[in-house]
């Protein structure tokens, strides 16, 4: 079985946010360390590209909506090259093997007694594709998060029988693991106990939308059609073209990672829809929260929206990665100021693990023959070896359970307490008396095999930076062998030769 993970399928109204970089950098960190584990990994991103947003947003521009997103959806992959995302399907919703998967999925649902036609009365938000309960209890007709006027829709609409699952989706959200973080599970127990009702799966008057196949003038809700996305992307490179084929290539996901705000639709409609189409529900539904910048909320009305590309540009994907990883709590809101995200890079990259290693390997150097020291034979000091072990067993622990902010802080509080050991041990001063030298040897192929450790710790979240290390320590992390076995203390080979140190990163400057 492949661990599929999938970031929410990107809505194509604008080039990716910070928000989306974030939530796919976080994704992409996932990917790449189960990949190191040895698993199968399938990691989904995409686009949603249907809809009455993206149908204005076109003709605003005079553009046809295809060609709208054909543009948009390159500006994502352009964005995810740049970014190194390791993703294995990117999938369109405008694809022909993605509307083929709706149709098919669709008649399963009718056929399973779920689809009927109604009237859909309310105020609707455009901007969030979604109908807005009792708006009149609010002060003004607007959504709460677009600020923008609502609209009145009086329709009739295909609608799912949502209110039949009311006790399997308890059922669902029952289990402890399927929402995290908790905090967000217990908002959705709330909003199923108040009763689930049929909502509707056709639009009228959108012609931007895959058509329902058997009634004229209504597409699909664009909800219903994306996500779709993540059982349709399985589907990309495969001969045979069908629902069943997709869900043996990929399904159930392992989880799904998405911001909050549409928690909702992945852990309550979602899997509604699966039952009823005689399918599996994913594993896990994990709500990520927002970025603030500075303490305020971004928004373009504001002027203040923090450009991810600028600072990709600025500062490299690296600093940024890290920053995002180990700063932010997954699940909790973050805060991105100019000034902490500067002293953290310096402190924790440049200072703490930079420093470390490039001046014990300068050490090594000048006093072994340009080599790493030869340690055999030499009585065990096992300080560091044995806060080794801990720091692995942890980091793995937390990363297994999705804390990767305090995997990311095991590894710096691992490079922290071995700059105390050298500091404390101070091999400058015990190398200038001879009979110190065996003791200088096992001090500094400690701390050096320590930052072998931290650099491979490093791989899935800051890879530039950890392939900078195992270049500084001669190139001795081998792609065909388990990563995890190579976490084991004692892997670097005494007398092994040590190049010229150079600085893994270049410190900051304030702007
Ligand atoms: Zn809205």
């Avoid at 373009?300 to 923090?306: Q, Y």
């Avoid at 791989?459 to 530039?464: A, F, K, S, T, Y």
Wanted: glycine share 6%.
């Amino acid at each position: 079985m492949s661990f599929v993970i999938t970031t929410p399928l990107y809505y194509v109204n604008d080039k990716p946010h910070l928000g989306s970089i974030y939530t796919t950098l976080i994704c992409d960190t996932i990917a790449r360390y189960k990949r190191l584990l040895g698993e199968e990994v399938i990691f989904i991103t995409g686009v949603d590209e249907h809809g009455l947003k993206i149908q204005r947003k076109a003709k605003e521009k005079g553009i046809l909506p295809q060609d709208h997103c054909d543009k948009i959806s390159q500006i994502f992959l352009n964005n995810w090259k740049n970014w190194d995302i390791t993703y294995d399907k990117f999938i369109r919703t405008s694809s022909t093997e993605h509307k083929m998967i709706v149709g098919e999925f669709y008649e399963r649902v009718k056929n399973s007694d779920d689809i009927y036609m109604g009237v859909q009365k309310g105020w609707y938000c455009v901007g969030c594709e979604e109908f807005k309960e009792n708006p009149e209890n609010s002060s003004t007709l607007k959504c709460p998060i677009h600020q923008k006027n609502l609209e009145w829709k009086n329709e009739e609409n295909l609608f799912f029988r949502l209110s039949k699952y009311q006790s399997e989706i308890e059922k669902i959200i029952d289990n402890p693991s399927f929402i995290e973080p908790k905090e967000r599970r217990n908002e959705i127990i709330n909003f199923v106990s108040k009763g689930l009702k049929d909502f509707s799966i056709s639009r009228t008057n959108v012609s931007w939308g895959i058509a329902v196949p058997d009634i004229e003038n209504h597409t699909f809700y664009v909800w219903f059609d994306a996500l779709l996305g993540y059982v349709s992307a399985n589907n990309i490179g495969n001969v045979d073209q069908s629902l069943e084929s997709s869900i043996i290539a990929g399904w159930p996901a392992n989880i799904h990672l998405i911001g909050k705000d549409i928690l909702r639709f992945h852990s309550v409609y979602w899997p509604a829809m699966l039952l009823s189409a005689g399918m599996k529900v994913p594993k896990k539904v994990f709500g990520h929260g927002f970025l603030t910048r500075e303490g305020q909320k971004m928004g373009k009305s504001l002027g203040n929206v923090l450009d991810p590309e600028l600072l990709l540009s600025k500062y490299g994907k690296d600093p940024v990665r890290w920053f995002l990883i180990k700063d932010i709590s997954l699940g909790s809101d973050g805060d991105f100021q100019n000034k902490r995200f500067v002293d953290i890079i310096n402190n924790d990259l440049a200072n703490t693990i930079g420093n470390l290693l490039n001046r014990t390997s300068s050490m090594s150097r000048k006093w072994f023959q340009n080599r790493v020291p030869n340690n055999e034979n030499i009585s065990r000091d096992d300080t560091l070896s044995s806060l080794s072990r801990i720091t692995v067993d942890n980091y793995i622990n937390n990363f297994n359970s999705y804390k990767i902010d305090l995997a990311a802080t095991d590894v710096l509080n691992f490079a922290i307490n071995t700059n105390l050991y050298l500091n404390d041990k101070q091999p400058w001063k015990l190398i200038k008396d001879e009979k110190n030298i065996p003791l200088v040897k096992e001090i500094i192929y400690n701390v050096l095999e320590s930052t072998r450790i931290i650099g491979l710790l490093l791989l899935p979240i800051i890879p530039e930076l950890s392939a900078n290390i195992d270049e500084q320590l001669g190139s001795i992390y081998k792609k065909d062998i388990l990563w995890k076995k190579q976490l084991k203390w004692g892997t670097l080979n005494h007398d092994s030769p040590l190049p010229q140190p150079i600085p893994i990163i270049n410190k900051l400057d304030y702007e």
